[in-house]
């Protein structure tokens, strides 16, 4: 098929990379290049990259309601548009555009979690699966027909780094099954009960209360990881916090028990992976050896 593919991070990398492989892919739609690193110099996006070193044409334009950039998009002649984690509203003449239609890769077992954390979200909730799905987009956030889902169980000690990877793969997997059965697929509607929406992930959300139960301080920890990163304060420095396990034990919420043990308001969590200011994540042992716990955080 003739593909225009819309994407930005780098969970995105692996689905441009099995489109090249299978289909011809016309242009590549990313976020415009932004600031990073210490010289705060223009930075491409993961897709940028990955698309220029395999030689494909890359637009970026800051938004895609103008009738030229409406006009350039429709002029492409695509046959489907896949989109994941692209990060702009598509108006409806984009939607239109392609003889297809336009394909999401979303990952979360719609209708829940629609919106744009939907693995934070999830594993903060505690869900005990996710998944991905290929939907037919629509106007609406995430509410528009349902072409093909799988689903995956969460692991009790899984981070949303972990997950990011797992589902990337089962999406580049799953859309290439899409593409194949295209056009002979039945979308199926979403059901209005049970829809749930997954804000965006605000830093204010970041700092770990241990007077919560452990249970949802284990699932923040892991949730958070490795951005923006749960977080404590240690002896007037930031730690970030990047994977964690319930561990038996029980005292004043705050109160190290022994070793990265720390009482919560029910139960206690076991830091297993943490992050000094201006160091590397390393193991809790680790961290152990150059920072000194006070008997309470």
């Not at 598509?90 to 979360?108: E, K, M, T």
């Not at 990337?168 to 059965?181: E, F, T, W, Y």
């Not at 404590?232 to 004043?252: I, Y």
């Not at 043990?261 to 992050?275: F, L, M, N, P, Y």
């Amino acid at each position: 098929m003739k593909i225009v593919f819309m994407g930005t991070p780098d969970f995105s990398v692996p689905v441009l990379d099995a489109l090249h492989q299978h289909h011809e892919i016309l242009a590549v739609y990313c976020q415009p290049p932004r600031p990073a690193g210490r010289g705060k110099a223009d930075r491409p996006s993961p897709v940028q990259a990955r698309a220029e070193a395999l030689g494909l044409p890359v637009r970026h334009p800051v938004l895609l309601r103008s009738e030229e950039v409406q006009h350039d998009f429709a002029a492409l002649g695509a046959d489907v548009a896949v989109v994941l984690a692209y990060g702009l509203i598509l108006p409806q003449p984009v939607l239109d555009a392609p003889r297809l239609g336009c394909l999401n890769i979303h990952a979360s077992l719609l209708p829940r979690w629609r919106g744009a954390a939907p693995i934070h979200r999830a594993i903060m909730a505690g869900d005990p699966e996710t998944g991905v799905c290929i939907m037919q987009m629509e106007a609406g956030l995430d509410t528009g027909p349902v072409l093909l889902r799988e689903a995956t169980a969460i692991g009790p000690e899984e981070t949303t780094a972990d997950l990011h990877d797992r589902l990337s793969a089962m999406g580049a997997r799953l859309i290439l099954d899409a593409l194949a059965r295209l056009p002979d697929l039945t979308a199926q509607p979403q059901p209005a009960k049970g829809v749930t929406y997954a804000a965006k992930i605000d830093k204010a959300e970041a700092r770990v209360d241990f007077a919560r139960p452990a249970v949802e301080v284990d699932r923040l920890i892991r949730g958070l990881s490795p951005f923006p990163g749960a977080w404590v304060e240690v002896r007037g420095e930031r730690v970030k916090l990047l994977r964690s396990r319930l561990a038996p034990g029980s005292g004043v919420p705050g109160q190290v028990l022994g070793g990265f043990v720390v009482a919560c308001g029910e139960g206690a969590v076991e830091i297993v992976e943490a992050q000094r200011e201006g160091k590397r994540p390393m193991p809790a042992a680790e961290v152990l050896r150059g920072l000194v716990l006070p008997d309470r955080l």
